[in-house]
Nanobody
Framework: QVQLVESGGDLVQAGGSLRLSCAAS????????WGWYRQAPGKQRDLVAT???????LYADSVKGRFTISRDSAKNAVYLQMNDLKPDDTAVYYC???????????????WGRGTQVTVSS
């Protein structure tokens, strides 16, 4: 069974930085892409950033220039460096991964349980 576990969430003041990590474990053949999403109270879950196995990245307009997504294939991990944090960045941050369990399997999307980021003004 594949598990994704996020870490690094915390309470930080506006203007501060955090680095989120997400590690995948289990029987994995390949990870095609990773993503970070976030969900604020009472709002839908929104895309923050994605990265492909070719290192193509995509960012939400609200985080461009402040957040950086990166991955470590050897560790089956993805990271989100968040700088110049704002109170509007407060949310639960979730990672996902598009994973093949075996060579001939289709790709399945797995999700972590989330990590809380709170930015105080």
């Amino acid at each position: 069974q594949v598990q994704l576990v996020e870490s690094g969430g915390d309470l930080v003041q506006a203007g501060g930085s955090l680095r989120l990590s997400c590690a995948a474990s289990g029987s994995i053949f390949s990870i095609n892409a990773w993503g970070w999403y976030r969900q604020a109270p009472g709002k839908q879950r929104d895309l923050v950033a994605t990265i492909s196995n070719g290192d193509n990245t995509l960012y939400a307009d609200s985080v461009k220039g402040r957040f950086t997504i990166s991955r470590d294939s050897a560790k089956n991990a993805v990271y989100l460096q968040m700088n110049d944090l704002k109170p509007d960045d407060t949310a639960v941050y979730y990672c996902n991964a598009d994973i093949k369990l075996r060579a001939r399997d289709p790709v399945f999307r797995f999700w972590g349980r989330g990590t809380q980021v709170t930015v105080s003004s």
